[in-house]
């Protein structure tokens, strides 16, 4: 694979290998070159669960401190659009929503629900399930308080985040211009909610590892006692 010339001078003093605590971490990634453009910053972490078992699956939203710094496009299905629209929705509806997404239409990063729409909006459930974009009250997303819910979303930085089938998940966390402190609470942040939907009956290392990367830069490993409490 070829490695660009911003990416080599990145790792030039750098172990991919050494563990780093948190603050060193984030520190290292704003020493890192940076782009033409704000990067996004990601936590990933891999869990010591089964993902071959259903009582195993984690998810779960987290509400960062700070914000993701992502302008998120919501949609809202209701009956009462205005309201939504008002609140911040960028889209709102209910059947003609549901048609144009039958036709294709998915220019959307959350789907919100008034709890007496969602009988028809399960009927584009194998469209929306598949792309993590499916309205679950467990996620705030199926509401009859709109208002909440959008805000909650739009200003509130609430993230969804889902294992994969190798037991990782990858969290947003910030921008490579937020500053040092942001960056590590919100991170703090998606530790604490992924300590709380730890599922029962794990009794080895529940959180393996945990990376901190930027969009185009190389991966920082956390040392494991900043995770190693959960």
Not at 29 to 35: D, E, N, S, V
Not at 58 to 83: A, C, H, M, Y
Not at 99 to 114: H, N, R, T, Y
Not at 122 to 137: E, K, S
């Given at each position: 694979?070829?490695?660009?010339?911003?990416?080599?001078?990145?790792?030039?003093?750098?172990?991919?290998?050494?563990?780093?605590?948190?603050?060193?971490?984030?520190?290292?990634?704003?020493?890192?070159?940076?782009?033409?453009?704000?990067?996004?910053?990601?936590?990933?972490?891999?869990?010591?669960?089964?993902?071959?078992?259903?009582?195993?699956?984690?998810?779960?939203?987290?509400?960062?401190?700070?914000?993701?710094?992502?302008?998120?496009?919501?949609?809202?299905?209701?009956?009462?659009?205005?309201?939504?629209?008002?609140?911040?929705?960028?889209?709102?509806?209910?059947?003609?929503?549901?048609?144009?997404?039958?036709?294709?239409?998915?220019?959307?990063?959350?789907?919100?629900?008034?709890?007496?729409?969602?009988?028809?909006?399960?009927?584009?459930?194998?469209?929306?399930?598949?792309?993590?974009?499916?309205?679950?009250?467990?996620?705030?997303?199926?509401?009859?308080?709109?208002?909440g819910a959008v805000k909650a979303i739009t200003q509130g930085g609430r993230v969804e985040y889902k294992m994969d089938k190798q037991a990782n998940i990858g969290?947003?966390?910030?921008?490579?211009?937020?500053?040092?402190?942001?960056?590590?609470?919100?991170?703090?942040?998606?530790?604490?909610?992924?300590?709380?939907?730890?599922?029962?009956?794990?009794?080895?290392?529940?959180?393996?590892s945990a990376t901190l990367s930027g969009t185009m830069s190389p991966g920082i490993k956390l040392e494991p006692a900043e995770y190693s409490k959960y």
């Amino acid at each position: 694979m070829k490695i660009g010339k911003r990416y080599r001078n990145a790792l030039e003093g750098y172990n991919s290998s050494q563990n780093h605590s948190l603050n060193d971490a984030v520190e290292l990634l704003k020493k890192m070159p940076k782009t033409n453009f704000d990067e996004t910053v990601e936590l990933s972490i891999h869990l010591g669960v089964d993902s071959r078992q259903s009582d195993q699956m984690v998810r779960g939203v987290v509400d960062l401190p700070n914000g993701s710094g992502k302008k998120v496009r919501v949609i809202v299905f209701t009956d009462d659009p205005e309201t939504a629209l008002e609140a911040g929705a960028d889209y709102a509806g209910k059947d003609d929503m549901i048609k144009k997404i039958q036709e294709g239409w998915l220019e959307f990063d959350v789907a919100i629900s008034v709890p007496k729409a969602m009988k028809e909006v399960r009927t584009i459930a194998r469209i929306l399930g598949p792309r993590g974009l499916m309205p679950n009250p467990k996620s705030g997303t199926v509401s009859d308080d709109i208002e909440g819910a959008v805000k909650a979303i739009t200003q509130g930085g609430r993230v969804e985040y889902k294992m994969d089938k190798q037991a990782n998940i990858g969290v947003v966390v910030g921008k490579r211009s937020f500053s040092p402190e942001q960056l590590s609470e919100n991170i703090n942040s998606v530790f604490d909610s992924i300590g709380q939907v730890k599922p029962e009956g794990i009794k080895d290392k529940y959180i393996l590892s945990a990376t901190l990367s930027g969009t185009m830069s190389p991966g920082i490993k956390l040392e494991p006692a900043e995770y190693s409490k959960y």
